[in-house]
């Protein structure tokens, strides 16, 4: 699974080129999207509820998440009406980091207003990931494939864009393989992130202030 994609021929786009091409092919009829999420520790500079995370303010981060609950809405509309249909799978790891108890927060909401999104545990990928981990990858139908590039810092730096058919079509085999093993995000979000109480650093509005 995956066997191919270290190998694989890429063109490395900063994040505005990436960006730009990831949304005028969107728009060309490519019929699905499918997402892969494998790192733990990210950086979201610039979205106001990760700020808010990032300085401590547990309640108005998720209070911000829920916020994001139209727009996210009116992006699942949109890919409707384009016929695109959206899948995402969540790797997490154990201990949950700090940065993957928020974001699951703010998934949640995605998948409230109806995103496809399940969750997987890294535990269970044990032997695809003996010499290396998934790709974190946006697939776009059978036209286009980015691996996200982050910096050293954690910050999202653009994208490794492949359009080999071939490679494509197996790393879609293997986010089919690897969908159809995940949980569904409610019954995991409910027994392994409602329970936690909030990352370490990161209190309620109140214990910052009072």
């Known amino acids: 699974m995956f066997d191919s994609f270290a190998d694989g021929a890429c063109d490395r786009l900063d994040r505005p080129a990436y960006h730009a091409d990831l949304g005028r092919i969107y728009t060309s009829g490519i019929g699905f999207l499918n997402k892969l999420e494998r790192g733990q520790h990210f950086k979201e500079r610039g979205f106001p509820s ?9 309640d108005r981060a998720l209070a911000l998440a829920d916020e994001r609950r139209e727009d996210y809405a009116g992006e699942i509309r949109r890919a409707s009406e384009l016929g695109v249909a ?7 790891e154990f201990p ?28 269970d990928l044990s032997g695809i990931e003996r010499n290396r981990l998934v790709p974190e990858v946006v697939i776009l139908g059978d036209a286009v494939m980015y691996e996200v590039v982050y910096d050293d810092d954690g910050n999202a730096d653009g994208a490794n ?3 080999d058919s071939t490679l494509i079509r197996e790393t879609n085999a293997g986010f089919d393989a690897l969908y159809e093993r995940g949980e569904g995000f409610y ?24």
């Open 161 to 163: 864009r492949y359009t």
């Open 96 to 123: 949950v980091t700090p940065y993957v108890q928020w974001e699951l927060f703010v998934l949640r909401v995605r998948v409230d207003v109806g995103d496809a999104i399940k969750v997987i545990d890294a535990r």
């Open 86 to 92: 959206h899948r995402r799978l969540r790797v997490v």
């Open 50 to 58: 990760w700020e808010a995370f990032a300085g401590g303010d547990w």
């Open 187 to 210: 019954d995991f979000f409910d027994r392994e992130i409602a329970p936690l109480p909030p990352p370490r650093g990161a209190g309620t509005s109140t214990s910052l202030h009072g």
